[in-house]
């Protein structure tokens, strides 16, 4: 008979294979591979696939570890939701396919996978009323990242033109600062979203704060 801790262990190797065959697919088939790690889709799906094979592999988990696959929890929602409701729309007469299979995975598939799996499987409830506002801090690291990266002589890819912006959002000098306060409210929401889901599905499920994942 299949537990339910069994079912919770495959779905997470699932998901370490959907992020994992994602960001290899996104990567290796451009003529500049490294270049691709350089986006925030990318580094938060690599996040994602780290974080949930430590989640397989270690039996116990740490409040930091814990804290760190929220994180992770958010970074791909976040992919999703902004590339879905933000960047899609744009993608129309650029050289770039957002059916392949690379883009369903890291995009939608994973992200959904990563939700779903927060929704059925959390029952720890340790998040704090102020954890939420930790998760600025990865996607403030690759702002402060695309900085740097583009300082070294880096660029990025919009379909075939070369840019010095990874998202419009961030193109502070064409489109002002006001899309991305915008994603930084989006964090916010998210995080305090998955804070109440954690709390709600905490008392629904009658368990106690043991620290489980």
Known sequence: MITNARYEKIFKILIIITATVGFLLSTFSYESPLK????????????????????????????????IKNQATLAIILTGLVYNLM???????????PNSLSDLLVHTITPILVLTDFIVFTKNGLMTIFEPLYYLIFPLIYWIFTIVYIALGGNFNFGTEESNYP?????????????????????????????FANKTILKKRGETKNGNI
Request: no cysteine; proline share 1%; aromatic share 24%.
């Open 167 to 195: 998202y419009f959002f961030l193109n502070f000098e064409k489109f002002g600062i006001g899309y991305f306060f915008l994603v930084l409210v989006f964090i916010i929401i998210i995080g305090y979203l998955l804070f």
């Open 36 to 67: 691709q790690y350089a986006y925030f889709t990318i580094q938060s799906n690599i996040l994602v696939a780290v974080v949930y094979l430590t989640l397989v592999i270690k039996k116990d988990k740490s409040s930091l570890l814990l804290i």
């Open 87 to 97: 960047l899609r729309p744009y993608l129309d007469g650029i050289d770039y396919n």
